[in-house]
């Protein structure tokens, strides 16, 4: 399983946001439609920093999240939903059928 962390100081705020923004433009471009889905988080600019993807929507509801979380509570119980999804497509349908990378 592959992870991006980005670290920065508030200084570079901007060119983090810019640079996260680029980043799921180009999986979108490189994915067909409705192969991948985006769950928002964005506890420091309040939602601020995503917002334009919400447009996304427009075209297919299931893209995007609802909302951009941006409190701890919402944020935690989202990846909650999210981990249960993942627990159960590999249950249900990759059952031992896939190779594990930890």
Do not use: C, T
């Not at 923004?21 to 600019?45: A, H, Q």
């Not at 919400?54 to 999240?65: F, P």
């Amino acid at each position: 399983m592959n992870h991006l962390v980005i670290h920065g100081s508030s200084l570079e705020q901007d060119a983090i946001a810019k640079g996260v923004n680029s980043f799921v433009l180009e999986i979108l471009r490189l994915y067909p439609p409705g192969f991948v889905r985006f769950l928002m988080i964005d506890p420091i600019g309040l939602g601020q920093n995503f917002a334009s993807f919400h447009q996304l929507a427009d075209y297919d509801e299931k893209l995007v999240s609802s909302k951009v979380w941006s409190n701890k509570r919402q944020i935690k119980d989202q990846l909650d939903k999210l981990v249960e999804h993942i627990e159960g497509v590999v249950q249900k349908y990759l059952r031992s059928d896939y190779q594990r990378n930890v």
